[in-house]
Structure formats: structure tokens, C-alpha cells
């Protein structure tokens, strides 16, 4: 069983910043570097939506509402990836879930609460 464990969330509030972690300490190395990372969000009584992925390759994709606020990053030495969170919004408020794609299997972290709110 996957174990993905995130970190990071908090109260904020609006033009603050949060930096998310995710750490993923009981994988292979190698499928590590291989992997693409990625966070989602969900707010109540929204779907799950992405916020942003890295390749193993270090390729990047941005939701259009994290583009230029957000930033994805990447430690394979550490089994870790980040997302910073600047200028943040009310409606960024959701819980952040950690994903890993690896080998057609998507595993999920916990789940970490961003509030947003003065």
C-alpha cells in the first residue's frame, strides 16, 4: 500500500503564502524519479480538480488558476515534492491531495486543509 504524507496546510490569510509537502518515504528510488507528481484540491461540495503536476522528466503543468501564483518542485532525493502557494485567494480554500502516477496507478495522499480566509 502507497503511502504518500503530506504536510503543510494551515490557516492564511489572503495574499499570504503556504508552502505544501509531500512526502513519499517508503518508495523505490528509482520509481520515485520515475513518477509523475501532482496536487489537487477539493473544496466542499466541488469535484476534485488539479492544481498542478511534474514529470519525472521535471515537466510542469498548471491549472490556469495556479499558473503564475503557484509553483511545483521536485526532490527526488528526498522522495518529496512541493507545491509553493503565493498571493493566495479565498477560493483557493480546499482540502490539497497529494497524487502519484506511476505505472498506470494513482496513489492518493491524505489530504491537507488550506483555509484562506482574514
Known amino acids: 500500500q502507497a503511502r504518500l504524507v503530506e504536510s503543510g496546510g494551515g490557516l492564511v490569510q489572503p495574499g499570504g503564502s503556504l508552502r505544501l509537502s509531500c512526502k513519499f518515504p517508503t518508495t523505490i528510488l528509482s520509481t520515485f524519479w520515475s513518477s509523475t507528481m501532482g496536487w489537487y484540491r477539493q473544496a466542499p461540495g466541488d469535484l476534485r480538480e488539479l492544481v498542478a503536476t511534474i514529470t519525472g522528466g521535471g515537466e510542469v503543468n498548471y491549472a490556469d488558476s495556479a499558473r503564475g501564483r503557484f509553483t511545483i518542485s521536485k526532490d527526488n532525493n528526498k522522495r518529496a515534492v512541493y507545491l509553493q502557494m503565493n498571493s493566495l485567494k479565498p477560493e483557493d480554500t480546499a482540502v490539497y491531495y497529494c497524487?502519484?502516477?506511476?505505472?498506470?496507478?494513482?496513489?492518493w495522499g491524505q489530504g491537507t486543509q488550506v483555509t484562506v480566509s482574514s
Open positions: 497524487l502519484r502516477r506511476y505505472g498506470g496507478n494513482d496513489d
